[in-house]
């Protein structure tokens, strides 16, 4: 039943394909296992189908949006997995179950962010070390960090100030009951990525880098400068998807585990080039739900976890697939 | 990085096939075995598990004897998670109960086969440990490694097993089944006939964990419980909600078994979130379990796989380097279960969330400190 949904997804993709180049096939997509949920779980529609749906994405989502500014520069950031983990593990030992602590608590996690997004690009841009090692290194380097804090038993909750993000739901709201306090986070933070990245220079400068370095730097890009910031961007987003995830599900020492690849699969859905210079940030936002919807369903039809693993790869590949044609059509107009 | 790690093991566990099919996790015999010691009475100590035993057979030690101090060596499977954390801290403080130890030696394979085969083979080369113990990683990779070491020292095996009888003895609680058919039977009990039941699971073809499942498979069909599903959480508290609330969506979930309770809260929570009375669920002795069971009062059983079976393979090597008899071939000791009963003796808010409160750890030398505690 997938395959024939993913299949129906590619028909009018690819007829409107000729009319339409720029709609990104990740939507359609998304649209397709979005209706293949419902199918499966009528009770998808329900609030509380669909807004816990959001509410779950959106971490991912975030990262993926702050993983694209990397991957349009021309590189990768694997540490953002393990940001999330000391964002999570560094939060519970400093917050240390006082509630009052989580205002200066989550801005100290922010500045360190900042400062493993710096060190990054530093490496990257001064020592010339490629960003797949530069960050490898950060990532093993941040794990150990968030082992050594806590000897791998964090003090402390989280306390329901600091997970008021990842957890809270506002009630009482209008046609859809409820809004997830996540979703609002993702939504604020989705439409500041895209203005940075579409609507700025910044944006302009980390295609252009990303497309052609050597061209770039002889254009008068600050090459080091924009590569910095790229990696800060990312970074910082993840320090924001550890507070959604820790805040979702509380402490624990291994949850950003496996978050980087997710990631950088959601901007590959999402149409982005792996070696720079072409991505987009809604595309990959919404790639990352369409990671997230692929668990869903696959959740929801209850397979056997073997053929669920086969199922959901072959998704994947589809959806990739679906993504590379987009791009090779739009790349000959 | 997880995903590529369970291809990984996918393709091994593929290749391995014929070796783990003879492997079996559903054994009655031993189900009868397990299920008449959980209530049988052990010897030695009373209020010291950790030094009781379970029959009389006793392993000849005199060979061994030798004259102190001691430097006993640890190759250690991993730290990699909360329980092992609680455990190696209980190893370490046991060692400061015994003068005649020099030193502790200790390995750590960080979670990898290999690595603790090379660790072992350094250990013996090294000449300096009066004794090892191994706590291995996986039980087929590590028992050629296990067998080069008994030829050379005596060897003491605890918490997973090796497919020799080459040591000294093998240190355990009473075991997988046991922990299955205290949280199954608990759950059989408290619901009605026919309820649902999810299952969730960490990872699967880890032995005890099977075993634990396969218990409590068996006693929810004797007691016609309905399992809607039996899914692994990897042990990720985000994705254990993920999952219940997916279940929750498509039906009303009864009752929550567990074979590994470090998740238990982020399940609970899903009930929470989605505004709907908690569940019958079987936790384990994780002190953010134990403290959200004492708040809330649902009805639970927390079955442990105690960490207090970290000090005994620390005074079984004294015993056997002093030539003194220990239980063996295997040292099987008490598995106790914390119930509504005895919750009060377990629940410690001073500890911290990860804490596994069957440590036998508060007469320790620097507790509660050293374990995270204020």
Same mark, same amino acid.
């Given at each position: 039943?997938?395959?024939?949904?993913?299949?129906?997804?590619?028909?009018?993709?690819?007829? /409107?394909?000729?009319?339409?180049?720029?709609? =990104?096939?990740?939507?359609?997509?998304?649209?397709?296992?979005?209706?293949?949920?419902?199918?499966? @779980?009528?009770?998808?529609?329900?609030?509380?189908?669909?807004?816990?749906?959001?509410? #779950?994405?959106?971490?991912?989502?975030?990262?993926?949006? $702050?993983?694209?500014?990397?991957?349009?520069?021309?590189?990768?950031?694997?540490?953002?997995?393990?940001?999330?983990?000391?964002?999570?593990?560094?939060?519970?030992?400093?917050? =240390?179950? @006082?509630?009052?602590?989580?205002?200066?608590?989550?801005?100290?996690?922010?500045?360190?962010?900042?400062?493993?997004?710096?060190?990054?690009?530093?490496?990257?841009?001064?020592?010339?070390?490629?960003?797949?090692?530069?960050?490898?290194?950060?990532?093993?380097?941040?794990?150990?960090?968030?082992?050594?804090?806590?000897?791998?038993?964090? /003090?402390?909750?989280?306390?329901?100030?600091?997970?008021?993000?990842?957890?809270?739901?506002?009630?009482?709201?209008?046609?859809?009951?409820?809004?997830?306090?996540?979703?609002?986070?993702?939504?604020?933070?989705?439409?500041?990525?895209?203005?940075?990245?579409?609507?700025?220079?910044?944006? #302009?400068?980390?295609?252009?880098?990303?497309? =052609?370095?050597?061209?770039?730097?002889?254009? $008068?890009?600050?090459?080091? #400068?924009? /590569?910095?910031?790229?990696?800060?961007? *990312? *970074?910082?987003?993840?320090?924001?998807?550890?507070?959604?995830?820790?805040?979702?599900?509380?402490? *624990?020492?291994?949850?950003?585990?496996?978050?980087?690849?997710?990631?950088?699969?959601?901007?590959?859905?999402?149409?982005?080039?792996?070696?720079?210079?072409?991505?987009?940030?809604?595309?990959?936002?919404?790639?990352?739900?369409?990671?997230?919807?692929?668990?869903?369903?696959?959740?929801?039809?209850?397979?056997?976890?073997?053929?669920?693993?086969?199922?959901?790869?072959?998704?994947?590949?589809?959806?990739?697939?679906?993504?590379?044609? #987009?791009?090779?059509?739009?790349?000959?107009? | 990085?997880?995903?590529?790690?369970?291809?990984?093991?996918?393709?091994?566990?593929?290749?391995?096939?014929?070796?783990?099919?003879?492997?079996?996790?559903?054994?009655?015999?031993?189900?009868?075995?397990?299920?008449?010691?959980?209530?049988?009475?052990?010897?030695?100590?009373? %209020?010291?598990?950790?030094?009781?035993?379970?029959?009389?057979?006793?392993?000849?030690?005199?060979?061994?004897?030798?004259?102190?101090?001691?430097?006993?060596?640890?190759?250690?499977?991993?730290?990699?998670?909360?329980?092992?954390?609680?455990?190696?801290?209980?190893?370490?403080?046991?060692?400061?109960?015994?003068?005649?130890?020099?030193?502790?030696?200790?390995?750590?394979?960080?979670?990898?086969?290999?690595?603790?085969?090379?660790?072992?083979?350094?250990?013996?080369? %090294?000449?300096?440990?009066?004794?090892?113990?191994?706590?291995?990683?996986?039980?087929?990779?590590?028992?050629?490694? !296990?067998?080069?070491?008994?030829?050379?020292?005596?060897?003491?095996?605890?918490?997973?097993?090796?497919?020799?009888?080459?040591?000294?003895?093998?240190?355990?609680?009473?075991?997988?089944? %046991?922990?299955?058919?205290?949280?199954?039977?608990?759950?059989?009990?408290?619901?009605?006939?026919?309820?649902?039941?999810?299952?969730?699971?960490?990872?699967?073809?880890?032995?005890?964990?099977?075993?634990?499942?396969?218990?409590?498979?068996?006693?929810?069909?004797?007691?016609?419980?309905?399992?809607?599903?039996?899914?692994?959480?990897? %042990?990720?508290?985000?994705?254990?909600?993920?999952? !219940?609330?997916?279940?929750?969506?498509?039906?009303?979930?009864?009752?929550?078994?567990?074979?590994?309770?470090?998740?238990?809260?982020?399940?609970?929570?899903?009930?929470?979130?989605?505004?709907?009375?908690?569940?019958?669920?079987?936790?384990?002795?994780?002190?953010?379990?134990?403290?959200?069971?004492?708040?809330?009062?649902?009805?639970?059983?927390?079955?442990?796989?105690?960490?207090?079976?970290?000090?005994?393979?620390?005074?079984?090597?004294?015993?056997?380097?002093?030539?003194?008899?220990?239980?063996?071939?295997?040292?099987?000791?008490?598995?106790?279960?914390?119930?509504?009963?005895?919750?009060?003796?377990?629940?410690?808010?001073?500890?911290?969330?990860?804490?596994?409160?069957?440590?036998?750890?508060?007469?320790?030398?620097?507790?509660?400190?050293?374990?995270?505690?204020?």
């Amino acid at each position: 039943m997938i395959q024939e949904t993913v299949d129906s997804a590619k028909v009018p993709g690819a007829a /409107r394909g000729g009319r339409l180049p720029k709609i =990104n096939p990740v939507f359609f997509v998304l649209a397709a296992l979005l209706v293949a949920i419902t199918l499966s @779980n009528p009770n998808f529609v329900e609030p509380m189908g669909y807004m816990n749906f959001l509410k #779950r994405a959106a971490p991912l989502a975030i990262l993926a949006a $702050g993983q694209i500014y990397v991957i349009v520069s021309g590189g990768f950031d694997l540490s953002v997995g393990s940001v999330i983990t000391l964002t999570v593990v560094g939060s519970s030992m400093l917050l =240390n179950n @006082n509630a009052d602590a989580a205002w200066w608590v989550i801005p100290v996690m922010y500045a360190v962010g900042l400062a493993v997004g710096v060190v990054n690009g530093l490496v990257v841009s001064y020592l010339r070390v490629p960003s797949l090692i530069a960050t490898l290194g950060m990532m093993i380097t941040l794990n150990g960090a968030a082992f050594m804090w806590s000897s791998g038993s964090p /003090r402390g909750y989280l306390p329901d100030t600091f997970r008021f993000f990842g957890r809270v739901n506002i009630q009482g709201i209008p046609l859809i009951q409820f809004l997830p306090v996540a979703l609002l986070v993702l939504i604020v933070v989705g439409i500041g990525l895209f203005w940075l990245m579409h609507r700025t220079n910044l944006g #302009r400068l980390l295609h252009a880098i990303g497309d =052609n370095p050597r061209a770039a730097q002889m254009s $008068g890009v600050p090459l080091e #400068r924009v /590569r910095i910031i790229a990696f800060v961007v *990312s *970074s910082l987003s993840a320090v924001t998807a550890g507070i959604l995830l820790g805040g979702f599900a509380g402490v *624990s020492t291994d949850v950003g585990v496996g978050y980087e690849l997710q990631a950088i699969t959601a901007c590959v859905i999402g149409g982005a080039q792996l070696l720079g210079g072409r991505g987009s940030v809604p595309a990959s936002i919404a790639g990352a739900l369409t990671l997230t919807a692929i668990f869903t369903l696959l959740n929801f039809i209850g397979l056997p976890k073997p053929v669920r693993d086969v199922v959901q790869g072959v998704i994947l590949i589809v959806a990739v697939v679906l993504a590379t044609y #987009r791009r090779n059509r739009a790349g000959r107009t | 990085m997880k995903k590529l790690l369970t291809a990984a093991l996918s393709a091994a566990l593929f290749a391995s096939t014929a070796q783990a099919q003879q492997l079996n996790f559903d054994d009655p015999a031993e189900f009868a075995r397990q299920r008449e010691m959980l209530t049988a009475k052990a010897n030695g100590p009373e %209020g010291e598990p950790w030094v009781q035993y379970y029959g009389d057979q006793m392993a000849d030690t005199a060979k061994y004897k030798k004259e102190g101090p001691y430097t006993i060596c640890f190759s250690n499977a991993g730290v990699n998670n909360a329980w092992r954390v609680t455990g190696w801290t209980n190893m370490q403080a046991e060692v400061k109960l015994h003068p005649e130890i020099k030193e502790l030696i200790h390995v750590d394979a960080e979670g990898s086969d290999d690595k603790q085969i090379s660790d072992i083979d350094d250990l013996i080369n %090294g000449g300096k440990c009066s004794v090892l113990i191994v706590s291995p990683n996986t039980t087929a990779a590590l028992t050629p490694a !296990v067998e080069k070491a008994c030829a050379k020292l005596p060897v003491i095996v605890f918490d997973r097993g090796v497919n020799t009888k080459c040591p000294v003895t093998f240190i355990h609680p009473v075991g997988g089944y %046991g922990f299955g058919i205290q949280a199954g039977e608990f759950v059989a009990a408290t619901a009605p006939a026919g309820a649902n039941v999810l299952m969730l699971r960490i990872v699967p073809g880890v032995d005890v964990l099977e075993t634990r499942a396969s218990a409590a498979k068996r006693i929810f069909k004797e007691k016609g419980l309905n399992v809607i599903g039996e899914e692994f959480t990897e %042990g990720d508290n985000a994705k254990t909600k993920s999952i !219940v609330e997916d279940y929750l969506q498509r039906g009303s979930i009864d009752a929550i078994w567990m074979d590994a309770g470090a998740t238990a809260v982020a399940a609970l929570e899903a009930f929470e979130d989605s505004s709907l009375p908690l569940p019958i669920i079987t936790g384990e002795d994780q002190q953010d379990f134990l403290m959200k069971w004492k708040a809330e009062g649902f009805k639970a059983i927390a079955p442990t796989y105690p960490t207090y079976q970290w000090r005994t393979p620390i005074i079984a090597a004294v015993k056997v380097l002093k030539g003194e008899a220990v239980p063996g071939p295997e040292w099987v000791m008490p598995q106790p279960a914390i119930t509504a009963e005895t919750l009060d003796l377990y629940v410690n808010d001073k500890m911290p969330p990860l804490h596994h409160a069957m440590c036998g750890c508060e007469k320790l030398p620097d507790y509660p400190a050293a374990w995270g505690g204020q």
